[in-house]
């Protein structure tokens, strides 16, 4: 499995809609705080204008509605993980993304089985209040070589300057939230994303 090299995380189908049409082809619907029928509504919208413009669409978290909702993704973190069916899920089909933040949540997420492995912080982020320091790129190295040919994705703290260093060490793919959803224009900031990321969508460039 390959995974595009600019992986959107938003909060709703409205930055969906916003941002999917400029020509972002993976993004992770991230809600935490909604009643499951909003959430089953949000999905559905996401699913809609995703599967318009050809985009993959990740949804944290809620397994079961991306199950009933017939999506093919989900993304977990490790308490997520520890409640969730994966027999279910791996009988739905779902490709599964999984967080970790150290190497006991590694060995953890290898056992799962997963589609592919995050590793974050990276750098500092101020998205959420995290028990974990900074990984650096050293430890993105490390984990390159530890989940094999698994899909590597980093997040945290990332930026456009940071696009380059992130994907020539070991990752896959670059996620990213505030960079792109506090910028004072949110389209031209995924433009120039897009735009950094391509070199490695058209496979220019090699991990160094």
Known sequence: MKLDPFYLIVDSAEWIARLVPLGVKLVQLRIKDKAPAELRAEISAAMTICAAHGCQL???DHWQLAIDEG????????????AADLSAIHAAGL??????HD???LETAMAAKPDYI???PIYPTILKQMKWAPQGLERLRIWRTRVGEL??????GLNVD????????????AAVVTDITL????EARTRQWLSATAPWRRGENTIG
């Open 58 to 60: 990740i949804i944290n």
């Open 95 to 100: 490709r599964l993304g999984l967080s970790t």
């Open 103 to 105: 190497d006991a949540e």
């Open 118 to 120: 995050a590793l974050g």
């Open 183 to 186: 910028n004072p224009d949110p």
């Open 151 to 156: 899909p590597l994705v980093a997040i945290g």
């Open 162 to 173: 940071r696009i380059e260093g992130v994907l020539s060490q070991g990752a896959d793919s």
């Open 71 to 82: 999506c093919n993704f989900v993304h977990l973190g490790q308490e997520d993980l520890e």
